[in-house]
């Protein structure tokens, strides 16, 4: 059974930089052809796919959010990471990672999704 779970700050100030790490347990984020996603949901909102880093490395980004957000992973930790720069009031969300999700956000294909961190940006 593949558990993830999110980790961070619940509170970042505008401007700064927010950053969560997801633990993998139970399967390996170098395992062939698996991706491994970032995924948040604003308040009253849907699900937005930001990004994710697959298990060669190689890391995709939403457009709309790819000039400050980064992704990355330690393999000896079987963790991977996601950076947002130059926060918000309107990246206050719930943060997910999940396993799945291709290069393009395939809610479909995500099997496996950690619990959800909240993430609040506000001075």
């Known amino acids: 059974q593949v558990q993830l779970q999110e980790s961070g700050p619940g509170l970042v100030k505008p401007s700064q930089t927010l950053s969560l790490t997801c633990t993998v347990s139970?399967?390996?984020?170098?395992?062939?052809?698996?991706?491994w996603s970032w995924i948040r949901q604003p308040p009253g909102k849907g699900l937005e796919w930001m990004g994710a880093?697959?298990?060669?490395?190689?890391?995709y980004y939403s457009p709309s959010l790819k000039s400050h957000t980064s992704i990355s992973r330690d393999t000896s930790k079987n963790q991977f990471s996601l950076q947002l720069s130059s926060v918000t009031p309107e990246d206050t969300a719930v943060y997910y990672c999940?396993?799945?999700?291709?290069?393009?956000?395939?809610?479909?294909?995500?099997?496996?999704w950690g619990k959800g961190t909240l993430v609040t940006v506000s001075s």
């Open positions: 999940a396993r799945g999700g291709s290069d393009y956000g395939d809610y479909y294909g995500m099997d496996y």
């Open positions: 139970g399967g390996s984020i170098t395992t062939t052809y698996y991706y």
């Open positions: 880093i697959a298990y060669d490395g190689s890391t």
